[in-house]
């Protein structure tokens, strides 16, 4: 199980490994085959949820971050 640190994780293109780091605000939320419930949650900051760069390709909406409720939990091969 992972919970959300309450950091943007949002990286931009070409700068793996070196993710915003702002308080997170909002987490976006798209389809995975890697969690548990078959959603992923990426926890990000007001101005890298503007983004349209490839960490935020396919989320399907956006909704205020809970750290409580936002968790990914990954699925067991």
Wanted: proline residues 8%.
């Amino acid at each position: 199980m992972a919970t959300i640190d309450s950091k943007c994780g949002y990286a931009h293109p070409g700068t793996y490994g070196h993710e915003c780091g702002r308080p997170a605000l909002f987490v976006g939320i798209r389809p995975s085959d890697k969690t548990a419930n078959g959603v992923f949650y990426a926890a990000r900051c007001a101005e890298c949820k503007e983004e349209t760069g490839r960490d935020n390709h396919g989320i399907t909406r956006w909704e205020p971050l809970d750290p409580a409720r936002h968790v990914n939990q990954w699925s067991r091969p």
